[in-house]
């Protein structure tokens, strides 16, 4: 008993030995720093926590002041181990990502100049010394690291300014990264940053193609519309207004170019911007002093459950990982899609943007299995009282063109602005990267000489595209609404379609609404960020996704409710039906609630096709083949009504939006014997 109670108390003093020196080093120890990989302790040692404290030590602020030794640890040159914890397919995404950032670019002036700062000046390697306070909550056991440890850069940190992706971090674990950097996306367009001038018969042959894809909105139904070719502006094919025109870097060289509109280009998301959009009213009045206003992101519910600096490993776990294809958005776009709805100023018609991909990335046949990469460009503005509907296409111009098919990838970002009491609809259709092969799941051909669906995807070009989507949207002012629909039905080998919307004024309301369709051997991928800050803030998610073939499908839907969020209302709702016991989904439906006076739901569901339903349709004399397509289309319906009527179609025509997503349905049913059966599927 002795023994133990001795072996305790030497425990003890020894922690307590640990604590001291950690918790009172100087504010002043940065210009006393050494290298040195050593660690020395010769403290007098004082049992704080297990009993009274000697008298004659005081703390303070600034550290202890009294009778105490402490002798300063020496710390090491911690950009020695920058790159110490990285693996060499960490080094390679990192190269990847620097080879994109090569030959031409900087068209946007400043915004191009302050992305391209951010991302090559890397963070700064520090220690954060927990100076004791005055704060009743602290204790001496609140530290960080210790003397004399390394510190490292957050995972994804260790090259450039913002993080990178790696396969382990949670914004990227589900994603085909091996596959993406695989591919060679390091090509430039010809003549970008330049409009494109298309003779009469192109003109008419590109309107053709979009209106044989249902895409194309006369002049009489649209308000304007704007047309990219490979991210380069065709002017013979748009229709420009005072409320939305391109900018190109002619007007960011000029000096007419308009503050606001840099600033908001200049955002990034995840946090990395940290001032938010429009300061946000706390709702609790002090007497004698103005409303207090919050305005930091990475402050928003301090002290105890603020989300920190962005650069951090804990704020980083929570990101959804565009921040640095953002940045390399701002870098090389070579022009800017601008819609501005003045206050009190309404449109009835859609604002169109369409993009158009050629098979060759409109730099012609390249040799060594060579990509190219363009990178679209949105920025809508809607004014106090203000209401509009926008709708973004991104669709293939010669799909046929296979022999001279080169890989792409398409990095896109839009950013979205609504004020107080303003409106805003809007809709995105990604139908790049023609049509998955079905039929995959299957195993090979008994006929050996027949090709299987299998061997046709993996020699499909297309798998080697990859399509970046970032939806940024904020709601500033107060009783603003931002409703948005995402249709992708692509057939890119990968997909990535990141939305965030943050509700800053005070009774906001945001509406998301997503279908993801998957086959073959693709990879999709949705992340969602629902951000309720002011008060009275509400917003509906739903989410469905379809997946067959041997195609993987994640979901990540995040919503975050802020201390001053208080009367918060919320529904999020994902559904997910596997058509192939091959094919393959992970859902994270997350809510982070702070707040303690809100209404949050959120549900998953992972399912086949439901046995009842196929029955009681069967019971009526419809056969099983044409129930299981009326349920799949049924499932999606829900979501496609919700995009703009200009884009619906003619309900009966081949191409409108209703058949082309049967069209593309009916491609992923099973097939063979594996048509009703598998060890998934209940039919």
Not at 398 to 406: C, M, Q, R
Request: aromatic share 8%; charged share 25%; with cysteine.
């Amino acid at each position: 008993m002795i023994a133990a109670g001795i072996l305790s108390v030497f425990s003890s003093l020894w922690i307590v030995d640990v604590c001291l020196v950690h918790a009172f080093v100087p504010s002043d120890l940065p210009s006393r720093i050494m290298t040195t990989n050593s660690m020395r302790r010769n403290t007098k040692l004082y049992n704080i926590g297990l009993g009274p404290e000697p008298d004659n030590v005081i703390f303070s602020p600034n550290g202890p002041v009294g009778d105490i030794e402490v002798e300063i640890v020496e710390e090491p040159d911690h950009e020695l181990y920058r790159t110490a914890r990285m693996t060499d397919f960490c080094k390679t995404v990192d190269e990847w990502y620097g080879s994109l950032l090569t030959g031409e670019g900087s068209f946007l002036g400043e915004v191009s100049a302050d992305a391209l700062k951010r991302i090559e000046t890397p963070v700064k390697l520090k220690k954060e010394f927990n100076i004791p306070n005055t704060s009743k909550d602290w204790n001496p056991y609140h530290m960080g690291k210790l003397p004399g440890s390394i510190v490292y850069p957050a995972y994804g940190l260790e090259t450039y300014g913002l993080p990178t992706p790696r396969r382990k971090a949670e914004a990227w674990k589900t994603f085909d990264l091996k596959g993406l950097v695989s591919c060679d996306y390091s090509e430039t367009q010809k003549g970008v940053g330049t409009d494109i001038i298309l003779d009469e018969s192109l003109q008419t042959k590109y309107i053709d193609v979009f209106k044989e894809k249902g895409v194309w909105v006369s002049d009489e139904d649209c308000a304007a519309r704007l047309v990219y070719v490979n991210g380069r502006f065709a002017p013979s094919l748009s229709i420009s207004t005072d409320f939305m025109k391109n900018l190109g870097p002619d007007y960011f060289s000029s000096d007419d170019v308009d503050d606001e509109i840099i600033d908001k280009l200049k955002r990034l998301p995840d946090g990395f911007t940290d001032r938010l959009a429009a300061d946000v009213p706390t709702g609790s009045f002090v007497p004698g002093m103005e409303q207090r206003q919050l305005s930091s992101f990475k402050a928003l519910s301090e002290p105890y459950h603020e989300i920190g600096d962005p650069e951090k490993q804990y704020a980083i776990n929570g990101q959804q990982g565009t921040a640095c294809f953002v940045a390399l958005n701002s870098v090389k776009a070579g022009a800017v899609s601008y819609i501005q709805m003045p206050p009190s100023s309404t449109e009835e018609r859609p604002f169109v943007v369409l993009n158009a991909v050629t098979a060759d990335g409109g730099i012609g046949k390249l040799e060594d299995g060579k990509g190219v990469s363009s990178h679209p460009r949105c920025l809508v503005t809607a004014g106090d009282n203000s209401a509009l509907s926008f709708v973004q296409a991104c669709v293939d111009l010669d799909e046929s063109n296979a022999e001279n098919s080169v890989p792409s990838l398409v990095n896109s970002c839009t950013q979205v602005y609504v004020g107080s009491n303003a409106n805003v609809t809007h809709s995105y259709l990604e139908e790049t990267g023609g049509a998955a092969t079905g039929g995959v799941e299957a195993g090979p051909m008994k006929d050996k000489s027949i090709e299987s669906p299998r061997d046709i995807e993996s020699k499909r070009k297309e798998t080697r595209n990859t399509h970046f989507e970032t939806i940024d949207a904020h709601v500033t002012g107060e009783d603003g609404r931002y409703e948005g629909t995402v249709v992708a039905i692509g057939g890119n080998g990968r997909s990535r379609v990141s939305i965030s919307a943050s509700l800053l004024g005070p009774g906001s309301h945001g509406a998301i609404n997503g279908f993801s369709l998957a086959g073959g051997n693709q990879r999709a991928d949705v992340r969602t960020f629902i951000h309720h800050v002011g008060e009275s803030t509400t917003s509906k998610q739903a989410q469905k996704n379809m997946i067959g073939g041997r195609a993987t499908t994640s979901f990540r839907g995040r919503i975050r409710v802020e201390q001053n969020a208080q009367k918060t209302d919320t529904q999020q709702l994902t559904r997910n039906i596997l058509l192939s016991d091959r094919s393959k989904v992970w859902v994270i439906p997350s809510l982070e609630i702070v707040a303690d006076d809100v209404m949050c739901t959120h549900g998953a569901t992972i399912s086949d096709l439901s046995t009842e339903e196929l029955y009681y349709l069967s019971s009526r004399g419809i056969s099983k083949a044409y129930a299981r397509n009326l349920l799949m289309y049924a499932f999606v319906d829900d979501v496609t009504k919700e995009v703009v009527d200009a884009f619906q179609g003619e309900k009966m025509a081949s191409n409108s939006l209703k058949n082309r997503v049967i069209s593309r349905l009916q491609n992923l049913v099973p097939r063979g014997d594996r048509a009703f059966k598998g060890e998934y599927q209940s039919a």
